[in-house]
């Protein structure tokens, strides 16, 4: 079955949002750019860099996969993984660390658990908005939880207050983009960056997908005349 083609709700439309990459980078860089310039946490904001870097490879080498050839899991409804639901959970955890960092040691495991759990409610958004189906938003979260978990293990917050304009600004930031920014250009992107590369005039489609998958396997009573 393809994804939920109903018609999503003000609050699910606004939740989903959250995992925009025109949303969550810049709060992410501002961070790493305090990290850098401020504290001299030069390491630090290189491997979550390189953490979040690497999802987002992963998540896009899936997408022009299918985009351009075709190549996903028709049993899965698996057309590519999410990248809504995989920068919800690969940055917001790292969001929350920076500004646990200076909390009780017993805190700071819930703001990751928070973090992630905000982040699954983005992924479970992308189904109820129709974007994606289950397969694809659960891959995108346990790829983004994988990538933000390896970056605070790997190179931990520095134990320092941050700013209190830049957490109003974060907050601001979160709170009001996803109401008023302009359309995510993301899909628009990585559709011509898979046209270019396999040199086909339209993308592959989900329902080709599907409507092939029905032809190769089709019930038993249609095989057997029952």
């Not at 992107?189 to 993308?203: D, F, I, Y």
Request: net charge positive; charged share 10%.
């Amino acid at each position: 079955m393809p994804p939920v083609p109903a018609d999503p709700s003000p609050a699910w439309l606004l939740i989903t949002r959250l995992g925009e990459a025109q949303i969550l980078l810049p709060a992410l860089l501002a961070v790493l750019t305090w990290f850098v310039l401020r504290l001299g946490a030069l390491r630090v904001a290189a491997t979550w860099l390189l953490c979040v870097s690497v999802a987002v490879g992963l998540t896009t080498i899936t997408k022009v996969a299918f985009l351009g050839w075709g190549i996903g899991y028709a049993p899965w409804n698996f057309t590519g993984i999410s990248g809504h639901a995989m920068f919800a959970a690969a940055v917001l955890p790292v969001l929350g660390a920076t500004l646990a960092a200076t909390a009780a040691p017993a805190s700071r495991p819930l703001a990751a658990v928070i973090a992630l759990a905000l982040a699954a409610l983005i992924a479970y958004s992308r189904v109820q908005v129709g974007a994606h189906s289950p397969s694809e938003a659960l891959a995108g979260w346990m790829l983004g939880a994988v990538a933000s978990t390896l970056a605070v293990l790997l190179a931990r917050a520095p134990h320092s207050h941050a700013p209190k304009a830049l957490m109003l600004g974060l907050v601001l930031w979160l709170l009001l983009t996803p109401a008023s920014a302009p359309r995510s250009r993301t899909h628009d992107w990585v559709t011509r960056l898979s046209l270019a590369l396999s040199g086909h005039s339209q993308p592959y489609t989900r329902q080709m997908m599907l409507e092939r998958y029905r032809l190769e396997h089709p019930p038993r009573a249609a095989v057997t005349g029952s």
